[in-house]
């Protein structure tokens, strides 16, 4: 599995007039496991964590890599390692058509547009879209949109995927089959999730409150401690 | 939202959707320019004539057809009233009536040209102004993005409006304006952090 690193890295974000606000305190970690779950209260400090693996937030201070490659300083090389799903999907499908949004994640990599559509279509049958090939993007039901996007970030075989509250807006059955989707992919997944039951389907999880990484451990380990913070 | 994918692709192998972009916008470019430049009333059902013909020959569903003539209709009203009033009743019909040819001119092209082909095509044309640092590729996408957001901007708005309905306001301009902006706004940047993450626009 791919290593990620985080060697005192924190996010500190200016208020007008007030100084700065932490989002994220200086965090060292190193990530080699195949499934890692991110667990938290909202505005603690989840999504900051996941948006740094990836250069989406750029570290205040300190250093995140992946695979030994700087966010900041090789942000092109990282953003090909690592794909990143968000919660909502509207935001992230852009064309107008399914097979539309998956050729635009292929634009950069295959020049030839006949090729760009097999390439494409394959894509799509492979994460259960072909029929939708040509469907509106905003036809889609909610689950088979998060599907689309994600299909969209799988395009590009990243080694790792980074996914930030990607059922948060689904039903059950949708959360289930997305959820089997992320856990039955080859790459690195990094979950930032509100549910438990996907968290306990990790290898390791992270907890983090208050902008810092407070339990880190095995899923029960986790979730024992994060069910603690919950009812305090 | 049915309503918003008026001007969609429809899949096919029609002549129309067999040309080339190129013929097709410089087609479209000429026939629009036909349509504005000719102030004959008689030339205007002829118009309309034509571009019906071109929305069958796309086999563009009647549905389809329909929406967009619909979207173009209250324009079409709206300025052919006033035509009447300046003009007299011969204005009226053929502005009406050529405003609708325009509407179903660019549904023709809308309905067989994916918006992948026109990025292609406008990043192919854009390649001169890269001499002057411009990159051709983010000018076809960002009018591919332009077009991608319409429909998306169109259900905030809607969304927005049954917020304020919902909380007594829509008759106050400002619970209305205020958070669609915001809104617009936040999804903008939304989208671009997906298309950052993508790896759009780095090199």
């Not at chain 2, 640092?133 to 409006?161: H, K, N, S």
Request: charged share 20%; glycine share 8%; net charge neutral.
């Amino acid at each position: 599995m791919p290593t990620i690193e985080l060697d005192e890295a924190s996010v500190r974000v200016p208020l007008p007039g007030r100084g700065e606000r932490e989002v994220l305190a200086p965090t060292t970690l190193t990530l080699t496991e195949r499934r890692i779950g991110v667990i938290g209260a909202n505005g603690s400090g989840k999504s900051t964590l996941a948006r740094l693996l990836n250069g989406l937030v750029r570290p205040t201070s300190g250093r995140v890599s992946v695979e030994g490659r700087d966010v900041v300083r090789e942000g092109a090389a990282v953003r090909r390692l690592v794909g990143f799903c968000f919660t909502d999907p509207a935001a992230q499908l852009v064309m107008p058509t399914c097979v539309e949004d998956i050729e635009l994640s292929l634009r950069r990599r295959v020049a030839d547009g006949t090729t760009r559509r097999a390439r494409a279509m394959e894509v799509l049958a492979a994460n259960g879209l072909a029929d939708h090939a040509h469907d509106s993007v905003h036809s889609l039901s909610g689950g088979q949109r998060q599907l689309l996007a994600l299909a969209g970030v799988l395009a590009l075989d990243p080694t790792v995927v980074v996914a930030d509250e990607p059922t948060t807006l689904l039903d059950r059955a949708n959360t289930r089959r997305v959820g089997d989707t992320l856990f039955g992919l080859d790459q690195q997944l990094v979950l930032v999730t509100h549910d438990l039951d996907l968290a306990a389907r990790c290898d390791r999880v992270l907890v983090v409150d208050a902008a810092r990484v407070v339990a880190d451990g095995s899923p029960s380990d986790s979730i024992a401690h994060y069910t603690g913070l919950v009812d305090r | 939202m049915t309503d918003l994918m008026a001007g969609l692709h429809q899949p096919g192998d029609t002549v129309l959707h067999r040309l080339p972009v190129g013929a097709k916008v410089l087609g479209l470019a000429g026939l629009s320019l036909a349509i504005v430049l000719v102030r004959d009333v008689r030339a205007a059902p002829a118009f309309l004539a034509v571009t019906l013909l071109l929305a069958a020959l796309a086999r563009v569903p009647a549905r389809s057809v329909w929406r967009a003539a619909r979207g173009v209709l209250l324009i079409a009203v709206v300025a052919s009233l006033l035509q009447w009033w300046w003009y007299g009743g011969a204005k009226a019909a053929e502005t009406f009536l050529d405003l609708l040819s325009l509407g179903l001119a660019a549904l023709a092209l809308t309905a067989t040209t994916e918006v992948n082909q026109m990025v292609d095509a406008l990043a192919r044309w854009a390649r001169p102004l890269r001499v002057l640092g411009i990159d051709p590729d983010r000018v076809g996408l960002t009018v591919a993005l332009t077009i991608g957001a319409l429909p998306g901007t169109i259900a905030i708005a809607r969304e927005t409006r049954d917020a304020a309905r919902a909380r007594g306001l829509d008759r106050n301009p400002r619970a209305y304006l205020s958070p669609f902006v915001i809104r617009v706004v936040a999804r903008a940047h939304e989208s671009g952090d997906a298309l950052h993450a993508r790896g759009i626009g780095d090199d």
